[in-house]
């Protein structure tokens, strides 16, 4: 038996050999198709939509306004060996005349 993703029936039933049915809500999902789906979404992809991974390098595809400091990250910064994580800013690196710093997977494009 499978648990039902969209009401957590746990009766859910196999109605073929890819395909389950919930007896409570009437709900079919393919349980092969969400494990895909949940791989895809912990993949960090960039603003050209190739996926990164730890140690990559980057390059910033716009100037990023950063609090406290006096100038932008301008647009062209080439950022080396990358750490991902899960949150908002995904990506943790040191930029030159800047440190540490966390940024967002939509603003850089990997070099």
Known sequence: MEKC??????????????LYNCPE???E???TAKEEEEEEQNTIKDANGNILQDG???VVVKDLPVKGAP???KA??????????EG???????????????LKSEFVKKA
């Open 5 to 18: 993703p969209s009401c957590a029936c746990p009766y859910g039933y196999a109605v073929s050999d890819d």
């Open 25 to 27: 809500c009437s709900f």
């Open 29 to 31: 999902w393919n349980p």
């Open 56 to 58: 990559d390098s980057v």
């Open 71 to 73: 100038k932008p990250i």
């Open 76 to 85: 062209g910064t080439k950022v080396k060996n990358i750490r991902l994580k």
């Open 88 to 102: 908002d800013h995904n990506i943790d690196c040191k930029i030159d005349g800047f440190g540490s710093m966390a």
